[in-house]
C-alpha cells in the first residue's frame, strides 16, 4: 500500500506541475501564439469579472449557506480570472511580446502595467466600476500594443 501511495503522490505532483506549466505560455518562440486571441481572452476573463461582481452584489446582504457558498464561488472566480489577465500580461506581453528596442515601449509598458493595476483592483472590490476600468485599460493597452483601435467586438 506504500508503495501504491507513494506511486499515487509522484503522479499527483507531476499532473500539478504539468497543468501548471500548460496554462501558461511557454516560453520558447514557436510563433503558434497569437496576440489577438490574447486580447480576446483578456476581454473574457474581464467580462466574467464584471459577471462575478454583478452576482456577489446580489447575494450580498444573504445568509443562508447556499447564497454564502455561491457568492464565495464567484469571489473565487472573480479573483482566477483577474490573475489570468495579470499572467498573460506578464509572461506572455511582458516577457516575450514587448521589446526594449520598440520606439513604443515606453507606452506599451505603461499601458500593461495599467492593466496589471486594473486587474488587482478588480480582484479587490465588487464594484462593478472597477471591471470597466480593467476593460477600458485592456482597449488603451491594445491601441498602444497595436498602433490602432480594436478591430474585434466585445459586449457585455
Same mark, same amino acid.
Given at each position: 500500500?506504500? =508503495?501504491?501511495?507513494? *506511486? +499515487? $503522490? !509522484?503522479?499527483?505532483?507531476?499532473?500539478?506541475?504539468?497543468?501548471?506549466?500548460?496554462?501558461?505560455?511557454?516560453? /520558447?518562440?514557436?510563433g503558434?501564439?497569437?496576440? #489577438? *486571441?490574447?486580447?480576446?481572452?483578456?476581454?473574457?476573463?474581464? @467580462?466574467?469579472?464584471?459577471?462575478? #461582481?454583478?452576482?456577489?452584489?446580489?447575494l450580498?446582504?444573504?445568509?443562508?449557506?447556499?447564497?454564502?457558498?455561491?457568492?464565495?464561488?464567484? /469571489?473565487?472566480?472573480?479573483?482566477? @480570472?483577474?490573475? *489570468?489577465?495579470?499572467?498573460? %500580461?506578464?509572461?506572455?506581453?511582458?516577457?516575450?511580446?514587448i521589446?526594449?528596442?520598440?520606439? !513604443?515601449?515606453?507606452?506599451?509598458?505603461?499601458?500593461? @502595467?495599467?492593466? %496589471?493595476?486594473?486587474?488587482?483592483?478588480?480582484?479587490?472590490?465588487?464594484?462593478?466600476?472597477? &471591471?470597466?476600468?480593467?476593460?477600458?485599460?485592456?482597449?488603451? $493597452?491594445?491601441? &498602444?500594443?497595436?498602433?490602432?483601435?480594436?478591430? +474585434?467586438? =466585445?459586449? @457585455?
Amino acid at each position: 500500500m506504500d =508503495h501504491n501511495m507513494n *506511486r +499515487f $503522490f !509522484a503522479s499527483t505532483i507531476l499532473t500539478l506541475v504539468f497543468a501548471t506549466i500548460a496554462s501558461a505560455h511557454c516560453q /520558447v518562440p514557436c510563433g503558434i501564439y497569437g496576440d #489577438q *486571441r490574447r486580447f480576446e481572452e483578456m476581454l473574457e476573463d474581464e @467580462h466574467t469579472i464584471s459577471k462575478a #461582481q454583478t452576482e456577489i452584489n446580489s447575494l450580498a446582504g444573504k445568509a443562508d449557506a447556499q447564497s454564502v457558498n455561491q457568492a464565495v464561488r464567484w /469571489v473565487t472566480t472573480k479573483e482566477d @480570472h483577474a490573475t *489570468r489577465i495579470q499572467n498573460t %500580461i506578464a509572461a506572455y506581453f511582458m516577457a516575450q511580446r514587448i521589446k526594449t528596442d520598440d520606439p !513604443a515601449y515606453g507606452k506599451k509598458l505603461m499601458a500593461a @502595467h495599467k492593466v %496589471i493595476v486594473n486587474a488587482m483592483k478588480a480582484k479587490q472590490s465588487a464594484d462593478p466600476a472597477t &471591471a470597466k476600468a480593467l476593460e477600458e485599460s485592456i482597449f488603451a $493597452f491594445y491601441e &498602444a500594443y497595436e498602433g490602432k483601435k480594436p478591430d +474585434f467586438d =466585445h459586449e @457585455h
